[in-house]
């Protein structure tokens, strides 16, 4: 396979034709989104995508929230570019990495990280989530951002308890409006009103796994510098090892802190931003729409997400309509009745509700991007490397 400027990864099956096509890395940017039921080939395709990045000496992220992706990917890495990977393996508890949402994110896109990372937890405590909670983290959050030296997520209860902690920071704060919260606002609270955030946020770090990769380990990985130096970044989220909210929460937080890093590239020239591939299976794991409407400054700073799942439903509808409406290439491998309806609209008229219900494994359909402008809907089968 020539992996200068296509990523291949099908072919046409049109008539007798069968000829191998892919996508253009500037097309890659507009992102893309794959749809299928377990076992129709979603992960095969990734992986032929990912291996030729790797070959091709491209930087990569894979987020797995099941390990096994991962751990064909990391066995398949040529010996020359070993040297590139970072494995964010966070089952083994030998594990010395640590990454850091909070860490130097520019200013310019501080409320846009802010928000992402209280949409994490807005998700994770969805029932128990109110107004107060959020207006009260949203300024500690905004204020640990703006600190000189990166603040991380155990500071929340620090500068909620600590007054000359909370004193000190304020004088770096750069927003009047996040000065006058503190100074008028935060006295009014008692106690009892930040009893939930408290809760939250201790219950959150007690947990030794969490603890570990965002405060405790003492490796900390520049995620900006993985970009900009090509790395393979992987990020093993086995559920079946960490449990299900502890592998949503650090898998969010990992992405919010890719677009945080990802945003810190606005102090190099756009033509001088190394093109960057994240790629997620089981995306509605870790996605929130604060994240989703990131996806149109992300291609700016080049980087370019894979999205990957199983059914429509595992997205509330403005999850849906935001990524259907800000990815450039759509893939469908077989799914089901409901999603068959929502997708035969999307791709109207070539294909109907029983065209996608009748699928083989590993055949496909898809509006691909080409030089920025989606194809007509056609059918091909995917390629293994």
Not at 70 to 89: G, Q, T, W
Request: charged fraction near 25%; hydrophobic fraction near 40%.
């Amino acid at each position: 396979m020539n992996t200068n400027d296509i990523t291949y990864f099908a072919k046409t099956t049109w008539r007798s034709l069968r000829k191998e096509f892919g996508i253009k890395q500037k097309d890659r940017l507009l992102h893309t989104y794959m749809i299928g039921k377990t076992g129709t080939g979603k992960s095969t395709c990734i992986e032929t995508k990912i291996l030729q990045d790797i070959h091709a000496n491209r930087g990569v992220c894979l987020i797995d929230p099941h390990g096994d992706l991962v751990h064909a990917i990391e066995k398949s890495i040529p010996p020359e570019r070993k040297k590139d990977l970072i494995y964010f393996n966070i089952p083994d508890p030998k594990l010395n990495l640590k990454y850091n949402p909070f860490r130097k994110v520019s200013f310019e896109k501080r409320s846009l990280v802010a928000s992402g990372i209280l949409d994490v937890f807005s998700k994770l405590w969805d029932r128990a989530w109110g107004v107060k909670l959020e207006h009260i983290l949203r300024h500690a959050i905004l204020t640990l951002l703006d600190q000189p030296k990166p603040a991380n997520v155990a500071d929340i209860p620090e500068i909620l308890l600590n007054r000359s902690f909370r004193n000190e920071a304020i004088q770096n704060v750069k927003s009047e409006l996040v000065r006058k919260f503190w100074k008028r606002e935060f006295p009014q609270y008692h106690k009892y009103d930040l009893l939930p955030v408290m809760n939250k946020i201790g219950g959150m770090l007690v947990h030794p796994v969490i603890r570990r990769v965002l405060i405790e380990n003492t490796e900390e990985v520049s995620l900006r510098k993985a970009m900009d130096e090509k790395k393979i970044v992987l990020v093993n989220l086995s559920k079946g090892h960490l449990g299900s909210d502890v592998a949503k929460i650090l898998g969010a937080l990992f992405i919010t802190s890719i677009a945080s890093a990802a945003f810190s590239r606005v102090d190099t020239p756009e033509e001088e931003r190394v093109p960057f591939m994240v790629y997620m299976d089981e995306f509605h794991n870790f996605t929130t729409l604060s994240l989703v409407n990131m996806f149109s400054e992300l291609r700016k700073f080049k980087v370019g997400m894979v999205l990957a799942h199983q059914y429509l439903h595992q997205l509330d509808d403005k999850i849906k309509r935001a990524v259907l409406g800000n990815v450039g290439t759509i893939i469908s491998f077989r799914i089901g009745t409901e999603d068959a309806r929502y997708m035969s609209k999307e791709m109207y008229p070539e294909f109907d509700v029983e065209d996608f219900l009748n699928l083989p494994n590993y055949k496909i359909y898809l509006k691909l991007m080409i030089d920025g402008v989606p194809s007509r809907p056609f059918s091909a089968i995917t390629i293994p490397y």
